[in-house]
């Protein structure tokens, strides 16, 4: 994992939950793991946030006092992520059962591949990580120009 920080504009509309105000942004971030920390200046002040990239959309959840606003303003910002960039890389085991069965992952697209990981990421137990690699590796695709 990179250790270069990052830091990218922002903008979005304030919700509320039960547990306080929430920052969704108008676009999903892509290229970060769900719940990193990391911090938002918002006009004159730095707010340390919890960052919750979920399938479409990306919340940050302030984790100190933040001003009270109305549901549905509209704020703009920077991000800071001091973490850097955690790139979705596809594990040697899945790589290699997929290039022996002749599958491609490459049929995957983003959303689907986060199932994966996280899929394979939850497995308690390496003969469960093995049979969920199976699972996988069977619903892909052929690779092209493969005879069976």
Do not use: C, K
């Not at 994992?1 to 306080?20: F, R």
């Not at 303003?73 to 022996?100: I, T």
Request: charged share 20%; net charge negative.
């Amino acid at each position: 994992m990179p250790s270069a920080s990052l830091n990218v504009p922002v903008e979005g509309t304030v919700t509320h939950s039960p547990e306080g105000p929430l920052l969704r942004l108008s676009r999903r971030l892509d290229g970060h793991d769900t719940f990193l920390t990391g911090s938002v200046d918002i006009e004159d002040s730095s707010v340390p946030v919890r960052i919750l990239t979920l399938d479409d959309i990306t919340v940050l959840r302030p984790t100190n006092g933040f001003p009270a606003s109305a549901d549905g303003e509209h704020w703009h910002g920077r991000l800071h992520v001091p973490h850097g960039l955690r790139p979705r890389s596809v594990p040697p085991d899945l790589n290699a059962a997929a290039d022996q069965e002749g599958r491609s992952l490459g049929a995957l697209d983003d959303a689907e591949l986060r199932y994966v990981l996280t899929f394979l990421s939850e497995a308690t137990a390496p003969d469960i990580r093995q049979a969920r690699i199976e699972a996988v590796v069977s619903a892909l695709p052929a690779t092209t120009g493969r005879t069976q």
